[in-house]
């Protein structure tokens, strides 16, 4: 048995510095079993062609993981780039909170789109 949960934000943010910002949060009631967690988000520059996220997964508050990234795109303006990332949790059981911040490791800042974050319980 599988139990999904998802939340998924189209809309693009507001422009995002070096200061860290939540763009997506997903609560659900953890039984204890090895929950798969996976995002995926698009990020655009304000301006130019080199992207520089810096995304963060954290647990009921607590940083699970902090994944840097430099994307090179060749078209400037309209540049676009696409981060997907999965690993394997054991929470505790009950209330868990998953949530997705996003920050800029230098340069331009930039925007976030398409937010997804899915949390796959998986059971016997």
């Known amino acids: 048995v599988t139990i999904p949960t998802t939340a998924f934000t189209s809309e693009w943010t507001s422009a995002i510095g070096t200061t860290s ?5 997903l609560t659900y009631t953890s039984t204890g079993a090895n929950t798969e967690v996976h995002f995926s988000v698009r990020v655009k520059p ?18 699970l993981h902090s994944i840097p990234q430099e994307i090179n795109t060749t078209t400037g ?14 929470p505790t059981s009950g209330s868990r909170t998953y949530s997705i911040k ?7 800042d930039l925007t ?7 949390c796959l319980e998986v059971k016997k």
């Open 21 to 25: 910002t939540e763009i997506q949060t």
């Open 46 to 63: 304000a301006s130019g062609t080199v992207l520089r996220p810096l995304l963060g997964v954290y647990l009921d508050g607590s940083v």
């Open 77 to 90: 303006g309209s540049a676009q780039g696409v981060m997907n990332y999965t690993f394997m949790d054991i």
């Open 102 to 108: 996003a920050s800029k490791q230098g340069g331009v």
């Open 112 to 118: 976030f789109g398409d937010i997804y974050l899915r």
